[in-house]
């Protein structure tokens, strides 16, 4: 270093006198984007839940319930036995040298371990070794197979990208995307966080949609087309539409004319779609509102819809795999430029590949056992509910009783759910209720949640963390408790709610 470089560093040095990164001088996206699911709410639930296990009995409740994120096996759902098996497989492959192999065989059934050993070829040996930064050839060609058996068109393997969830392959488009501060990205009223935390980290601008309450949540493109024309006024250049189908935090799921005339929307108006369909088998009414994909729509209208450009996401996180801390996840492109695709791919390579036994549970996701394999009695049982604890017949029965209960609450009204994993009852609080909350320095509706996780222990996320309507009040709960907990955890919120009520009348 020339002694003239020396002494100007010397000197930046000097004026900065105390640490480096302070929250004054980072990066003020980083200080200033939210994320409420795991906000003020979550904080304090984990210092209560560390209180019950220092003190027990110090608090009027006995355990914490994580009702504020969609995490099944937190709450008791059991993992599926044949995916556990291959993974365990994949991680002590000696299991599989021949002087184990009859103490294996008397655990696993062959076709685990026949899977295993084929991924493990699939994977250069290893569960530990790095793997293609787009994801496991093998998987993403199995990914491809499943998408084609679902939606009855073709899908191409170079064409998917397997990620840690689904959500760093939705914050990969939209940093692509988001080229300059006045892109605007669509997004609806109320949504799941990641989109307003990712646009604002990503420096572009969350253009809302509003989904209508009265009428369960629904999406109309008159909606679309308001919000469209509003921010198109006001400079913003608007790129994209996301719609998270079934809806997290509302539950609610598209008819297919809805999402027909959502892609001619994307058409008409040059929007990519970004279709966040990690709630595809989180479906309650299959009769009258089954799942259907945003690909398969968009391919059954034609060659004159070629042109639109579609992201699909897939996790593992949901469903009744549930395995959201394995990070496993995939988003689909169609009609995306490949030279777009292959900036996805650069940045995918940034951090090296996606986590192996996500890819791995990817794979058991899409390529479950199959009628007459070993392990396919057990995998139906567990799948369909048949002992069906925490499965989604079950689930389904939590979402309805949780919902009824909500509405006999005083001032609450609650649309049911038709898909994924969570109510977002609507609350009207008294002008004394907001007063207080005011006073406390918080959101009404974080006011309210926070009294109910201290009175009863259940962690639920306030409306404001997934936007609302202006002057509403909502929170998010997901209906994920074990069903024999159920009575009880509604009882207290039912307690709990007539005293708030009484408080502040
Ligand atoms: C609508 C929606 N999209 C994406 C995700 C991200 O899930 P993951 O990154 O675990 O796949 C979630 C998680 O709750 C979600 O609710």
Redesign the pocket.
């Known amino acids: 270093m020339s002694p003239s470089n020396e002494s100007s560093t010397a000197a930046a040095a000097a004026a900065r006198p105390g640490k480096v990164m302070t929250l004054e001088s980072i990066n003020k996206r980083v200080v200033n984007f939210e994320y409420a ?1 795991r906000g003020e709410q979550a904080i304090r639930a984990e210092q209560l839940r560390k209180q019950l296990a220092d003190r027990p009995g110090s608090l009027p409740f006995k355990s914490i319930v994580s009702c504020n ?3 099944p096996q937190q709450l008791q759902q059991s993992p599926i036995t044949f995916f556990r098996q291959v993974s365990a497989l994949t991680e002590y492959p000696d299991l599989m040298k021949p002087e184990n192999l009859p103490m294996t065989s008397k655990i696993f059934p062959s076709d685990a371990i026949q899977r295993a050993k084929e991924l493990l070829v699939a994977m250069s040996g290893s569960s530990g070794a790095y793997t293609h930064s787009q994801g496991i050839p093998l998987v993403r060609e199995r990914v491809a197979k499943f998408i084609e058996q679902r939606d009855g068109y073709p899908s191409n393997p170079d064409n998917i990208f397997l ?8 914050q990969t488009v939209l940093q692509t995307l988001i080229a300059h501060d006045k892109v605007g990205i669509m997004i609806p009223i109320p949504q ?1 966080p ?1 989109y307003t935390a990712s646009i604002a980290l990503f420096g572009g601008n969350a253009v809302p949609y509003y989904l209508d309450e009265a009428r369960d949540w629904g999406l109309t493109v008159e909606e679309l087309s308001r919000s469209l024309a509003e921010s198109r006024s006001q400079g913003l250049d608007v790129r994209a539409l996301c719609v ?1 189908n079934p ?3 509302t539950g609610q799921c598209l008819s297919l004319d809805n999402m027909r005339q959502i892609v001619d929307f994307c058409h008409r108006e040059k929007l990519v779609l970004m279709a ?1 369909e ?2 595809q088998t989180n479906i309650y009414k299959p009769a009258e509102l089954p799942f259907h994909s945003f690909k398969k729509v968009l391919k059954s209208m034609g060659p004159a819809y070629e042109g639109v450009e579609l992201v699909s ?6 469903g009744t795999v549930g395995e ?1 801390g394995r ?3 995939y988003f689909e492109c169609t009609g995306i430029d490949p030279q777009v695709q292959e900036m996805f791919y650069k940045i995918a390579s940034v951090s090296l590949c996606p986590p192996a036994q996500g890819q791995l549970m990817i794979e058991h996701m899409v390529n479950p056992p199959k009628p007459g394999d070993p392990s396919y009695e057990l995998y139906a049982k567990e799948n369909t509910a048949i002992y069906g604890k925490s499965r989604p017949e079950s689930l389904r029965r939590r979402a309805d009783k949780l919902a009824s209960a909500f509405n006999t609450l005083e001032g609450v009204t609650c649309n049911a759910a038709q898909g ?3 109510l977002f009852p609507r609350v009207r609080l008294s002008d004394k209720a907001i007063k207080a909350a005011e006073a406390a320095g918080k959101t009404p509706d974080g006011f309210y949640s926070m009294a109910l996780l201290e009175a009863t222990g259940v962690c639920v996320v306030p409306g404001s963390g997934f936007r609302q309507e202006k002057d509403t009040f909502h929170f998010r709960s997901t209906f994920l408790p074990p069903e024999e907990q159920m009575d009880q955890f509604i009882a207290s919120i039912k307690t709990f709610h007539s005293e708030f009520m009484d408080k502040y009348r």
């Not at 990620?163 to 939705?170: E, K, L, Q, R, W």
């Not at 996401?313 to 949901?318: A, E, G, M, Q, T």
């Open positions: 699911v994120i969609g995490n990620t840690a969830g689904a959500s760093p392959g939705v799941y990641l998270i809806g997290n935090p966040d990690v709630y996401f897939h996790s593992v996180s949901k959201c990070r496993g996840g994924a994993m969570y």
